[in-house]
């Protein structure tokens, strides 16, 4: 047991240094370096953003893709999406617009 005491009293001062050491190296990484860890988790959470962000605009292309086939499929169709959305008329008819 003496012998553990005097081996960790010698190693005591030089493990004083690498505390120190680690410690400012820890700081370092987490607060000031430019690619820190805080900063990279705002970067993650950005990306996820970004992902949901593309899948939903992947959805609406699809969508899209869809109406734009059944577009050139049929004229019924097209006359349904011009009267619906567009809110054309024949030259005959009147058209009321109940919300």
């Known amino acids: ?3 553990f005491k005097n081996t960790f ?7 004083n240094k690498y505390i120190i050491t680690l410690v400012v190296f ?5 607060f000031i370096d ?11 959470i950005k990306i996820k953003d970004l992902h949901k962000e593309i899948r939903h ?11 734009l086939g059944k577009l050139h499929s049929s004229n019924q169709e097209l ?3 011009a009267r619906e ?15």
């Open 1 to 3: 047991m003496a012998d």
């Open 9 to 15: 009293a010698k190693v005591r001062p030089f493990l």
């Open 26 to 30: 820890g700081i370092f990484i987490v």
């Open 34 to 44: 430019d690619n820190n860890v805080i900063r990279r988790i705002e970067y993650e």
């Open 57 to 67: 605009y992947q959805e609406m292309q699809d969508k899209s893709s869809q109406k």
């Open 79 to 81: 006359e349904r999406i």
């Open 85 to 99: 959305e567009y809110l054309m008329k024949k030259p005959n008819e009147e058209v009321f617009i109940v919300e």
